[in-house]
């Protein structure tokens, strides 16, 4: 005969999985030196090649604007760039005009709610000495302790803009693949610093994750809203962090009725966006599975919190 506790005691429920951010920061943890509970995270994105419609730059800067970033660091060697390709620009500051050269800056920010601290990089991707300029950059990421890199870009690809814009993650470290639920690289032919970033931080030992999103390649100038937006929902999963969508969100959906009108305009185009819709709507989506569910209620839950304040532009060396 059972007791009262045994009839009415629940089943043992399975222990709930800690989302992405959590995985990649235990990760790090234990696959680091020990000597931090809080492990350090740089990310870069670059204008040029790797940033088609700027979305990969933008969403980086959105991070810097969410964390109140401050910049501590540049690289401006003049042997990294080609003045007649990536030019220098004139701004005026009160009664005084400036000369602004080509850089690679680096910003700190420490999200309070994260379970990481993060180096944000940002700058043109340079025209010359890419080992010299990739060397240089790790040197500063052990300089500055840094645990993995996530390295974010763009690019021009056959996807429609009526639909959901693919982003997606990848790493060739075989470790973060099962942790983080990922798969491997599998892109060949010609690459740009983000690859070469990835594969040589990989091959000194650096835990490494590239997230690249599509742009459809009709409407390839920047802006691109809608990749940018797509951009920053993986980087919040990945990073733990809270970040502004609401005008993201709106401008990618002005940026999608403006290119309806476009594509209304011309039968061509027309007749191709229906093409890709349809080779879109036929192909393996991803569905509303338990995990994408529960990421999306995780981002729901930090956008409730209060915002930490502006992409700050002071502080460090310059």
């Known amino acids: 005969m059972r007791t009262v506790d045994e009839t009415t005691q629940p089943p043992d429920q399975p222990a709930e999985e ?15 030196d020990g000597t931090t509970a809080r492990p350090t995270v740089m990310v870069l994105a670059f204008e040029g090649w790797n940033d088609a419609g700027g979305a990969a730059s933008a ?30 620009k004139v701004r005026r500051t009160g009664s005084h ?17 994260a379970e990481m601290d993060l180096l944000l990089v940002h700058g043109v ?61 599998t892109y060949e032919g010609p690459t740009g610093i983000v690859g070469v970033l990835s594969h040589t931080a990989f091959q000194a030992g650096i835990p490494a994750v590239s997230l690249w999103s599509a742009v459809p390649h009709y409407v390839g100038q920047a802006p691109s809203p809608k990749a940018q937006l797509a951009l920053m929902r993986e980087l ?17 959906a002005a940026w999608e009725r403006g290119v309806d009108d476009l594509a209304q305009e011309d039968e061509e185009i027309a007749e191709y966006v229906k093409r890709l819709e349809e080779a879109t709507d036929t192909s393996d989506l991803p569905e509303a599975s338990g995990e994408a569910i529960a990421r999306e209620f995780e981002r729901y839950l930090r956008r409730r919190r209060p915002p930490e304040g502006g992409f700050g532009s002071g502080g460090g060396r310059g």
């Open 18 to 32: 800690p989302g992405r951010a959590a995985r990649f920061a235990a990760h790090l943890r234990e696959v680091g």
């Open 59 to 88: 969403a980086v800067r959105s991070i810097g604007s969410a964390a109140d970033a401050e910049l501590v660091e540049r690289l401006e060697d003049e042997d990294y760039y080609d003045y007649q390709f990536t030019r220098p």
């Open 97 to 113: 005009r400036e000369i602004i050269w080509p850089s690679t800056r680096i910003f700190r920010a420490r999200p309070r709610r």
């Open 125 to 185: 991707e340079p025209s010359f000495r890419w080992q010299g300029f990739t060397a240089d950059l790790l040197t500063r990421a052990a300089e500055h302790h840094v645990d993995a890199i996530v390295l974010v870009g763009s690019l021009l690809a056959d996807v429609p803009h009526t639909r959901p814009i693919p982003a997606a993650l990848s790493t060739e470290d075989e470790q973060l693949q099962d942790r983080l639920d990922v798969d491997e690289p």
């Open 236 to 252: 919040e999963d990945l990073l733990g962090i809270s970040l502004d969508v609401e005008d993201v969100a709106e401008d990618a």
